[in-house]
């Protein structure tokens, strides 16, 4: 397989290319490190930006939903989309306005969404999901149940361009700015994992399972999210 | 003017209808609360999702980028937009897959985007970017060049529709599941801000100045932003 997505005028990053990735591993790892994407698509000329929980198998893209949705109703019969992952890194502070920014990671994914309508296809990626995210829970659950299963719309994309930018530097300053005598420099954020709330009707004597030892309190999210796709990967 | 923005069929949220929200002050303050959203817009057909900075003025909405963004050309002359803002607060873990969450906050907002053209109103917008952001801040940095700000367009929509969803609840198992054993709650996330990185060529002398106290290490970048905004809407 190539290293790199080819450049085409749809996914080439014309603004900044030095901070332009094209390379396939760092696109999947910008995308598995989130749960969350937002997905742009239209419907009667209207566009629409609808966040949604994303996952990947190899060089394709699933997302899902209520059977019931217009989005995914939509999507079924082959809509042109473009999927967006983006993590915020840090403020970066500079000495002039013009020169502050965001640390960041982003990926822009474009091609056509269509329904999953092959029922052993539909299975699989409804156990993928959680196999993905959260490694050796499926096991634990109550089985999903026919009626669940068919209220329930999987849409699945395959990837046809993809483009990344990147920010991770410090602030770039004009060299005739560095005498300004204002602080600059970056404030990072992460998004971190919170202590776990048990359901108030948690049976007595249930901790948390093994297989949420990714989700240790205080770890960053995105290093979880690839620890579990990274196992989710070696049990295929 | 009126607590809630009216519902059409552009901004009424039909799957999960208790999560929908049109509270206009809660809207705002999703929309605040972030630093990045998501633009969906159309250039020949094609679906785009774009993050950017946003800020907010009422009830309008603003970003901004280079003069030579294909976007901004575009949203330049009145495009479509729908811009969607999410945070991630927590995976919400049931007994059955079915029944599997995330608890979030996500506004959505349709307009036409257009360039801000006017020279007073577009230099404000420049300066209302930081001092939103950053408040203190813009006093102390060296002044904007007219070179700087002919190299960056600003992008205005006002809101036409909106609403938003949000999800802040443990889990909601079906009652028939809560005697299977299996661990069920909420693994909250949030975004928090970490130890400044002062740029390596930072003057002698020079400590964190004293508008940046509303980000200090530890606190949620959610809340830092809604103070930020709140010491702006304060100062106008």
């Known amino acids: 397989m190539m290293t790199d997505y080819p450049t085409t005028p749809l996914n080439r990053v014309k603004r900044n290319p030095k901070r332009a990735v094209y390379d396939r591993a760092q696109i999947h790892g910008i995308l598995d490190a989130a ?14 930006c609808t966040p949604t929980i994303h996952w990947r198998e190899g060089e394709t893209l699933y997302w899902h939903g209520s059977s019931a949705s217009r989005a995914l109703r939509a999507q079924a019969e082959g ?24 640390n960041f990671r982003s990926a822009m994914i474009f091609g ?23 490694p050796g829970r499926n096991a634990e659950l109550r089985a999903m149940t026919s009626q669940e299963i068919k209220a329930t719309s999987v849409v699945r994309m395959e990837i046809e361009a993809a483009s990344a930018k990147v920010r991770a530097v410090n602030v ?7 005498s300004h005598p204002v ?11 919170g202590t776990p709330a048990p359901s108030p009707a948690l049976m007595p004597g249930i901790s948390l ?6 989700f240790a309190v205080g770890r960053r999210l995105d290093d979880a999210l690839l ?9 295929k």
Chains 1, 2 share one sequence.
Not at 183 to 193: D, E, K, L, N, R
Not at 227 to 235: K, P, S, V
């Open 112 to 134: 056509t969404a269509e329904l999953v309508r092959e029922p052993e296809e539909k299975a699989q990626a409804l156990m993928a999901i959680t196999d993905r995210l959260l």
């Open 35 to 48: 749960m969350l994407c937002h997905v742009a698509y239209v419907i009667d000329e209207q566009p629409f």
């Open 183 to 193: 602080w600059a420099g970056v404030i990072p954020v992460q998004t971190v994992i």
């Open 172 to 178: 770039g300053d004009d060299d005739e700015d560095g």
């Open 227 to 235: 620890e579990t796709q990274a196992i989710y990967d070696l049990q």
């Open 79 to 102: 809509l042109r989309v473009c999927l967006t992952v983006t993590h915020l890194d840090g403020l970066v502070l500079a000495r002039s306005a013009f020169n502050h920014s965001c």
């Open 209 to 214: 399972p093994a297989h949420l030892a990714p």
